[in-house]
């Protein structure tokens, strides 16, 4: 780590004093110094919160837990004075002898707060009273980090860097130090972000949409994702200073497409969003790189172009949302291209006039396949309508370019085919859309219409007279599901019949030849 040797004459005053306070910076108070430096002194560090207006009130500045940790010592050679940051806290490459700027402060503060609670570095912590202010007495000297650790209900402050002892008019040593902080309230703004997964043709240029693999669970009981990727939130557009503790999010996809993550109390201003490997360190936007044997690039937008603006600026505490995609050039094996297919739902009365009820409807898409005389119905999935609107579904098609057939019937939310006797409306639009990488979406529309009175009667009339019953076969272990037959005829009991006039021509003849014997 890079050491400065601070001149006391000169150099302390730009390293120590914040003279001007912004987004929660230090600003040290004039304290009455000893005329010379003392290795030997201890030091002191008070903080004030600043009053933070939440609409026409001021919120509660009592009760808000403060820590500070210690993240470089000192060292002296009675002529010159330097900072050395902890060994563990090496990594982030601050440095600790160029806090020279409010900027410099603030930024190196964010970037220690991300790895100080696994630093080995213990904290000291209390909680302000009713004015908004606590005091940390009997310091080494040193560096220390402040941080906001619970707001209670008062709002945020930044952390910020404290030096123990600093020289303020290039005169006098201050050990004991006041600062001010500028807080703002919880009811900040957040951020969206929604990652989908794409495959571009090299040859076409044409996006398709990809499917991740299911989730599966391993022996130890610890789930894995079909796959997993990092975000992470920065201050600065090279992506070397994180936005807080809860910078790095995990996106997950468990068979999907895209998921979709959220930051939450982000104050006003301007960040910068990047994919990360699992340490949190960011990719350029829009360079290819390898992770899990699958190559791919981020960008801005749905992945039909080469966006790299990763840019987020809030204002007035707004909901903003960005989408970014992990595009690829070779379709990953455990991946899936999909297919679009939108169900439209349509009820109508008696009449055929459009209109709601308090019913509720279902439909199951199935992926067909063998031959005409035995086709099989392999469920992908089913999904609640919407009553005059439209669903989508995401079907898995095959990544050579052939045709795969759905069949798309009505059923209840647990799969099964709906009975037309015992149903309150006739059902058509049920049936077949051929999807493919070519075709990449279709449509079929469903209708329900309310059964008349006459053919309410002439159902009850039926079913009277004669016992029907819709054959079904149900799916089996691997979610399949055997095409619909037609329904069978009359179910009287023949075989009972020819039971019945077996028995009664043996008796017939027994007594015949009892009689012949007995004559």
């Known amino acids: 780590m890079k050491s400065i040797i601070i001149k006391y004459s000169k150099y302390i005053l730009t390293l120590l004093a914040v003279a001007a306070m912004a987004v929660g910076l230090l600003m040290p108070t004039q304290i009455k110094a000893a005329d010379s430096y003392n290795k030997d002194k201890k030091g002191s560090i008070t903080i004030n919160l600043d009053d933070v207006k939440q609409g026409d009130s001021v919120t509660n500045k009592a009760g808000v837990s403060v820590s500070i940790y210690q993240v470089a010592s000192i060292s002296h050679d009675e002529v010159n004075i330097s900072f050395d940051i902890v060994s563990s806290l090496e990594s982030t490459g601050v440095d600790v002898n160029d806090i020279t700027t409010s900027d410099k402060n603030l930024n190196a503060a964010k970037k220690l707060t991300t790895v100080i609670d696994n630093s080995g570095i213990s904290a000291v912590t209390k909680k302000t009273d009713s004015n908004g202010k606590v005091s940390f007495t009997n310091l080494a000297q040193g560096m220390y980090l402040v941080e906001e650790k619970d707001s209670a209900s008062y709002g945020m402050f930044s952390p910020f860097l404290v030096a123990i002892p600093y020289m303020e008019d290039g005169q006098n040593w201050i050990y004991d130090v006041e600062t001010y902080t500028k807080g703002v309230s919880n009811q900040q703004g957040s951020l969206e972000v929604t990652k989908a997964l794409v495959y571009m043709d090299p040859e076409t240029g044409k996006i398709y949409n990809l499917q ?35 910078y790095l999010k995990t996106i997950d996809f468990n068979g999907s497409h895209s998921e979709t993550i959220k930051y939450d109390n982000l104050p006003d201003g301007t960040y910068y969003l990047f994919e990360t490997d699992e340490n949190g360190v960011p990719y350029a936007m829009g360079e290819t790189h390898t992770e899990q044997d699958r190559t791919y690039k981020c960008v801005v937008g749905d992945g039909s172009g080469d966006s790299t603006d990763n840019k987020v600026q809030l204002q007035g505490r707004p909901q903003g949302k960005m989408n970014i995609s ?22 109508l009365d008696q009449n055929g006039q459009q209109t709601t009820t308090n019913d509720t409807f279902y439909a199951s898409v199935y992926k067909q396949t063998g031959s005409d005389d035995n086709v099989e119905n392999e469920l992908i999935q089913t999904v609640q309508l919407q009553q005059n609107g439209k669903v989508t579904v995401s079907v898995p098609v095959e990544k050579d370019g052939s045709t795969t057939k759905v069949y798309i019937e009505e059923t209840d939310a647990d799969g099964n085919t709906i009975d037309p006797d015992n149903f309150d409306y006739k059902i058509s639009g049920e049936g077949n859309v051929e999807l493919s990488m070519e075709q990449e979406t279709g449509t079929i529309t469903l209708t329900n219409r309310e059964k008349g009175d006459e053919e309410e009667e002439t159902t009850s009339s039926e079913e009277e007279t004669t016992s029907t019953e819709k054959e079904k076969t149900p799916p089996n272990n691997n979610n ?40």
Request: glycine share 8%; aromatic share 10%.
């Open 326 to 347: 992990n595009v690829f050039t070779t379709i990953p094996d455990d991946f899936l291209a999909i297919a679009e297919l939108t169900i439209e739902k349509k009820v």
């Open 480 to 519: 399949t599901k055997k095409s619909k037959s037609g329904k069978t005829g009359d179910t009287t009991p023949i075989l009972t019949w020819i039971i019945i006039g077996v028995a009664a021509a043996v008796v017939i003849i027994f007594l015949v030849v009892r009689r012949r014997k007995s004559e």
């Open 212 to 246: 991740a693999p299911e989730s599966y669970e391993e022996e130890n009981g610890e789930t894995v994702p079909g796959a997993r990727y990092y975000v992470g939130l920065f201050c600065d557009a090279e992506g070397t200073i994180p936005y807080g503790k809860n």
